[in-house]
C-alpha cells in the first residue's frame, strides 16, 4: 500500500467518523429542542410566567418588509403574522419601497386592504441592504415595545407572539429568533432548499450548545425597542449584507442573550427553480465566510460524503471502507429524518430524506464556490462584501 493511499484512508477513517459523531450530537440537540417546544407551550396553555393576560403582554411591532405585490402564498403567510392570538397590541406593518408594489399590478387590491390592523408603509431610505431600507420608515410608526421583523414568506402559529414573549421576558435576554423550515416543495429546487434548510437550523443548535448564539435568524427576530436603540438601530446595518448576523452580533455585544424561541415558522419556498435555488445558497455561503469564517472552515469537517469518497476511493473500497462509509450513510438519512419530522412538525416531510447525500453533494460545490469571489446577487442586482460584512454594488 503506497503511503498516499495510507494517508487518505486515515484522513477520510478520521473524517467519517468525526461526521457520524457530528450526526449522532444532532440528533440530540434536536430531541432537547422538541423538549423545549413541548415546555414552551405546556407554559403558555397553563398561563404561566403572566403572558396571557393582556396586562402584562408587551405591545408588539410587526414589520413586514415586501419587495414586490404579494401572491396567493405571500397573502395567506402574512394573515398567520396579522391573525396571532396574542391579547395585547399587535400592530402590522407593511413595508414597500414604492407605490406600485403596494398597488399590485393586474387590478389587484391595494395592500391596505388586508387586514383592518395591518398598516402600509411606503418608501425606504438609502440603503445597500434593501430589507432594511424599508423597513426603517416603518420603525418610525412603530407603538409596540416589542420590534419583530420577519420574511414575508414565513407562516407563523397563532402562538408565535406568545413565545417570543416568552423568551423576551427575562431581562437578560436582548433578542429572540427563530428557526425555520420548509414542508412543501413543489420542485426539485425547492426540495433541495427544503433539505438545505433543515440542515441549516439544526447546525444552530449545534452552535447553541458548543459556542452559544450571538447571531439571529432573518425569519424572525424580535427585540426590545430599548435593546435596539442601544445597538444604533437599524441605520448601523443598512449596508450589511446579513442583518440577521449584524442585529444577533450586537444585541450579544450589549452583554445580552440571543435566545432561540420555542416555535419554528414554515419557510414557503414556491416553486423553486434549481437555478434559483443554487444562487440563493451561493449567497447564503459568502455570507457565512464573511460572517462567521470559524464556522464557514469547520463546515468542511462535518462532510460525510467528502470522507466517505476519499476512504473508498484511497482503499480500493475495501470491506472496513464500506461498512464505515455505510454507517454513515445510515445516519445521515436517519438524522435527516428525524430532524426534518421534528422541526417541520410532520412525519411526512422526512420521507425525502434518502435526497440527503445529493443535497451534500451540491454543498460541497457551492463550499468551493464561496473561495471564488465575493459577489452575490440579490434582487437581480449584483454585489460584492468587504470583510466587515458590507456591501457595495458590482457593476
Not at 430531541?31 to 423545549?36: D, N
Not at 423568551?167 to 437578560?172: E, F, P, V, Y
Not at 450579544?252 to 440563493?280: C, R
Not at 453533494?361 to 459577489?375: I, K, P, R, T
Request: proline share 3%; charged share 15%.
Amino acid at each position: 500500500m503506497s503511503i498516499l493511499a495510507l494517508t487518505g484512508q486515515i484522513i477520510g477513517g478520521l473524517g467519517v467518523l468525526a461526521s457520524c459523531a457530528y450526526l449522532i450530537m444532532n440528533c440530540g440537540v434536536v430531541y432537547v429542542f422538541k423538549r423545549e417546544q413541548e415546555q414552551a407551550r405546556n407554559l403558555i396553555e397553563a398561563d404561566c410566567g403572566g403572558i396571557q393576560s393582556a396586562g402584562e403582554c408587551p405591545p408588539v411591532t410587526q414589520i413586514k418588509p415586501l419587495r414586490t405585490y404579494p401572491n396567493s402564498d405571500e397573502w395567506q403567510a402574512l394573515q398567520s403574522f396579522a391573525a396571532q392570538d396574542y391579547p395585547s397590541l399587535n400592530q402590522v406593518i407593511l413595508a414597500v419601497d414604492s407605490e406600485e408594489a403596494a398597488s399590485g399590478g393586474d387590478g389587484a387590491s391595494n395592500l391596505r386592504t388586508l387586514a383592518p390592523n395591518a398598516e402600509v408603509s411606503i418608501g425606504s431610505v438609502e440603503a445597500m441592504n434593501k430589507k432594511i431600507g424599508v423597513c426603517l420608515p416603518a420603525l418610525e410608526r412603530a407603538q409596540g415595545g416589542i420590534i419583530a421583523i420577519s420574511d414575508a414568506d414565513m407562516v407563523a402559529s397563532p402562538r408565535l407572539l406568545r413565545c417570543l414573549s416568552l423568551a423576551l421576558q427575562d431581562k437578560n435576554t436582548g433578542l429572540a429568533t427563530c428557526l425555520y423550515t420548509v414542508k412543501h416543495m413543489p420542485t426539485f429546487g425547492a426540495l433541495c432548499e427544503g433539505l438545505s434548510v433543515n440542515d441549516f437550523g439544526v447546525s444552530v443548535l449545534v452552535a447553541r450548545l458548543v459556542e452559544g448564539i450571538n447571531f439571529a435568524l432573518g425569519a424572525v427576530m424580535a427585540l426590545n425597542r430599548s435593546t435596539l436603540k442601544a445597538i444604533g438601530g437599524l441605520e448601523a446595518i443598512k449596508d450589511h449584507l446579513a442583518d440577521d448576523y449584524q442585529l444577533g452580533l450586537r444585541t450579544s455585544q450589549l452583554g445580552k442573550k440571543v435566545v432561540l424561541a420555542a416555535e419554528v415558522v414554515e419557510d414557503v419556498v414556491g416553486p423553486l427553480t434549481f437555478k434559483e435555488y443554487f444562487i440563493h445558497q451561493l449567497r447564503w455561503m459568502r455570507t457565512y465566510k464573511a460572517s462567521r469564517p470559524g464556522g464557514f472552515f469547520a463546515f468542511i469537517i462535518t462532510q460525510g460524503l467528502l470522507w466517505s469518497s476519499l476512504l473508498l476511493l484511497s482503499s480500493g473500497a475495501e470491506s472496513w471502507c464500506l461498512l464505515l462509509a455505510s454507517l454513515w450513510l445510515l445516519l445521515r438519512w436517519g438524522e435527516t429524518f428525524y430532524s426534518w419530522n421534528v422541526l417541520a412538525g410532520s412525519n411526512k416531510v422526512g420521507r425525502y430524506a434518502f435526497l440527503a447525500p445529493i443535497k451534500d453533494f451540491f454543498y460541497l460545490v457551492l463550499w468551493f464556490g464561496a473561495f471564488l469571489g465575493d459577489n452575490v446577487e440579490w434582487g437581480g442586482v449584483r454585489y460584492s462584501i468587504d470583510k466587515e460584512g458590507k456591501m457595495r454594488q458590482s457593476c
